[in-house]
C-alpha cells in the first residue's frame, strides 16, 4: 500500500522530469549560428526568436492558472508538452523568419510557461511546510535540463544538421514532459488542512491580491533581481571580452559558467529561505549582485575577478527566482498560487526584454550595470521593511484556528 510519503516522492520525480524537458529551451543559443549559416538570414534577426520565446513564455503564466481549473493540472500539462514537442519538430521544416518566430517563439514559449508555473506552483502546495526547499528543486530542474542538453543539442547539430536538431529535440522533449505529466497528481488545498496543522492563512484572489501594495512591491523587486541575471546571461561573452580583455575562447567559458551557478544558487538558496527566512535571503542576495555590478562598472578586471563577480551575480539571480514562487505563496496564499504568481512572473518577461533597451538608451554595459546596482539595492531596502499583508499567516493552536475557521464565510470555508 503507498504511503502519502511515497506519493509525494513520485510527484517530485514527476515534476523534475517534466521542468528538465522545459528547461531545454534555455539552450536556444546554440541554434542562432547554424541558422544563419543555413538560410543566410541575419544573426540579430535569428536572435530575436528568444526574446519572443521568453515573452510568450511570461504572457502565457497569466492564463495558466484558468486553463488548471478547467482541464486539471495532468491533463494541461501533457497537452502543453505535446504543442512544445510539436511546436518545435515543425521549426524543422521552416523556410521563413516569421514562421520560426511563430512556432519556435510563440508556440514553444506559450506552451513552456503554462506548464512551467503549473507544474511548480502544484509542488509547492504538496510541500507547504518547505516551499522554499521544493521551490528550489523544481527550478533547479530546469535549469539542469539546460545544463544538459547544451550539450545534446549541440552534438545533434554536430551530427544530423540544425534542421533535423529541432525534430529529435521536439521528439525528447515530448517524452519528457507528456511522461512526466503521468506521474504529476493536482494538490488540493483546503483551509481546514491548514487549521489542523496549526496554519490559518488567507487564500487572495488575483483582484484581491492587486488591490494590495504590496504585490506591486514584490513586483519591483523581482523585476530588478530579473534584470539583472537576464542582462547579464546575454551578454556574459561579450563582457568578458569587452571589459576584462579575455579572449573569446576564455571568455565563453563563462557561458558554462553562468549555467553551472545559476543552477546551484536555485537550490541552495531555495533551501536558506526556509531557515533563515525568504525575504532576508532574497535582501542578501540582491546586496551582493549590487556589490558584483560595482566591481564590474569600476574595478579593473582580470580573469579571476570577472569570473568571480559572473559567479555570484548567476548564483543570486537563480536564488532569487526560485524564492519568489514561496513568497508569493507565504504573501498571498496557496490556493490561487498559479494565478497569483502569473501576475508577478511577469516582471520575469519584461526584465528579459527591459536590460537591452536601457543598454541601448545609457550607451553600453557600465552605465546599465550601475543602474542595476542603484535598483538592487532599492530592493533590498523594500525587502526588508515590506511584510505580508494582514498578518495572514499566524501560528496558532488547534482549536483557535478552528474557531477562526467556523467564522469564516461558508463560501470561504468551502474553499
Not at 108 to 134: C, H, M, Q
Not at 198 to 214: A, F, N, S
Request: hydrophobic content about 50%; aromatic content about 10%.
Amino acid at each position: 500500500m503507498r504511503t502519502k510519503a511515497d506519493n509525494r516522492l513520485m510527484i517530485v520525480i514527476g515534476t523534475i522530469i517534466v521542468q528538465m524537458g522545459l528547461g531545454t529551451i534555455y539552450t536556444w543559443s546554440l541554434f542562432n549560428q547554424p541558422l544563419v549559416d543555413r538560410f543566410g538570414w541575419e544573426l540579430n534577426s535569428v536572435a530575436i526568436t528568444f526574446s519572443i520565446t521568453s515573452l510568450a513564455l511570461a504572457l502565457s503564466t497569466l492564463f495558466a492558472g484558468k486553463l488548471q481549473d478547467k482541464w486539471g493540472l495532468r491533463r494541461l500539462i501533457a497537452v502543453a508538452g505535446m504543442i512544445l514537442g510539436i511546436g518545435l519538430m515543425i521549426s524543422s521544416q521552416v523556410s521563413s523568419l516569421w514562421m520560426l518566430y511563430i512556432m519556435a517563439g510563440v508556440v514553444v514559449g506559450a506552451a513552456d510557461g503554462t506548464a512551467y508555473i503549473t507544474s511548480l506552483s502544484n509542488l509547492i502546495k504538496w510541500f507547504p511546510e518547505r516551499k522554499g526547499l521544493i521551490s528550489g528543486i523544481s527550478v533547479g530542474a530546469y535549469g539542469t535540463g539546460s545544463l544538459l542538453f547544451k550539450f545534446i543539442n549541440g552534438s545533434l547539430i554536430q551530427t544530423v544538421g540544425v534542421n533535423q536538431a529541432f525534430l529529435y529535440w521536439g521528439a525528447i522533449v515530448m517524452v519528457l514532459v507528456v511522461g512526466g505529466s503521468f506521474l504529476v497528481r493536482e494538490a488540493k488545498v483546503s483551509n481546514e488542512k491548514q487549521a489542523e496543522a496549526g496554519i490559518l492563512q488567507r487564500d487572495y484572489t488575483v483582484k484581491e491580491m492587486l488591490k494590495t501594495k504590496e504585490a506591486y512591491l514584490l513586483f519591483g523587486i523581482f523585476f530588478t533581481a530579473c534584470m539583472s541575471g537576464l542582462f547579464l546571461i546575454g551578454i556574459v561573452k561579450d563582457i568578458g571580452v569587452t571589459l576584462a580583455g579575455l579572449d573569446i575562447a576564455a571568455a565563453s567559458n563563462a557561458v558554462a559558467l553562468v549555467a553551472i551557478f545559476n543552477t546551484c544558487g536555485r537550490i541552495i538558496l531555495g533551501a536558506l529561505s526556509d531557515k533563515l527566512g525568504r525575504l532576508r535571503v532574497v535582501s542578501g542576495a540582491l546586496l551582493v549582485t549590487a556589490a558584483a555590478v560595482t566591481v564590474l562598472s569600476f574595478a579593473e578586471l582580470h580573469y579571476g575577478l570577472f569570473f568571480t563577480c559572473v559567479a555570484a551575480i548567476a548564483f543570486c539571480f537563480g536564488g532569487n527566482i526560485t524564492i519568489f514562487p514561496a513568497i508569493v505563496a507565504d504573501f498571498f496564499g496557496l490556493k490561487n498560487q498559479s494565478k497569483n504568481y502569473g501576475i508577478i512572473y511577469q516582471g520575469f518577461g519584461i526584465g528579459a526584454i527591459s536590460g537591452s533597451f536601457i543598454a541601448s538608451s545609457l550607451g553600453g554595459f557600465i552605465p546599465t550595470f550601475k543602474l542595476i546596482a542603484v535598483l538592487s539595492i532599492v530592493s533590498v531596502i523594500i525587502a526588508m521593511l515590506i511584510k505580508a499583508p494582514g498578518n495572514q499567516k499566524r501560528k496558532t493552536s488547534k482549536k483557535q484556528n478552528q474557531r477562526e475557521l467556523r467564522s469564516l464565510s461558508p463560501e470561504t470555508r468551502a474553499s
